[in-house]
């Protein structure tokens, strides 16, 4: 005789909970004629659905949106980076740490490593957090924000010298980030790089001129320079 089980494995009901959960949220977006968007897939319609929740303040439910997509589609970068950043926003810091840690294991781009170095800046070792930054380069040296973040980090453990190239490469790439410039005219007075340093925050300031951090640097660079 077979002995019949009222109760599902573990397996069976995470499935048919989301199976459940894809269909509600579907049944939502679908719902909605503004949302109708035939040209873009079901997970793409998702993705605008859980963002027009972020961006109106349902933030609980935006996350819950970008865990079904991630559960879905596990190779998503977007949805797992959105979905570490609706943690971050309910104050979730270790929930996002380890939702970008597992987006690094199963994606290749450099969003959530960017995102983990970023997220170390909120924590206190940053030694051991350094280790995402560097991998981020090392995945993708042309990337102007993984360039930044590394040299931002570098700039906390006062390596000037080792910032300062990775911020001229990051401007390289990316010349309209005031903020990499003003970082990178930063680390140049803190270095005593004196003249490059004044140079730096001259031009900086030049071209934002109603801008209180390039005239801040400006400031710094001369009275280390003088």
């Known amino acids: 005789m077979v002995a019949f089980s009222l109760t599902p494995p573990l397996a069976r009901i995470q499935r048919f909970t989301l199976l459940f959960a894809f269909i509600f949220l579907f ?5 909605n004629a503004e949302d109708a968007m035939p040209h873009l897939t079901e997970s793409e319609q998702f993705h605008l659905y859980a963002m ?6 349902k933030i609980a439910e935006a996350e819950k949106v970008f865990e079904v997509l991630v559960t879905k589609t596990p190779s998503d970068e977007k949805a797992w980076g959105n ?19 597992e987006c690094v294991k199963r994606t290749t781009g450099t969003g959530c490593l960017n995102n983990l170095c970023n997220l170390a800046f909120k924590t206190s070792n940053l030694v051991k957090d350094f280790v995402p930054c560097e991998q981020a380069v090392q995945r993708n040296p042309n ?3 993984a360039l930044k973040q590394m040299a931002n980090f570098l700039v906390q453990m006062l390596q000037y010298q080792e910032a300062i190239p990775l911020y001229q490469r990051a401007r390289q790439l990316d010349p309209s980030d005031e903020q990499i410039w003003n970082n990178m005219c930063l680390a140049m007075s803190r270095a005593g790089i004196c ?21 801040n640097g400006q400031s710094i660079a001369a009275s280390v320079c003088n």
């Open 27 to 31: 049944c939502l977006v679908c719902g």
């Open 83 to 101: 979905l570490g950043v609706c943690q971050e926003s309910l104050g979730q810091l270790n929930a996002a740490k380890l939702t970008y840690t």
């Open 52 to 57: 027009r929740l972020f961006n109106e303040g």
């Open 195 to 215: 003249p490059g340093s004044v140079d730096c925050s001259e031009q900086l300031s030049r071209a934002y001129p109603q801008d209180y951090k390039a005239l």
């Open 143 to 145: 990337d102007p924000v």
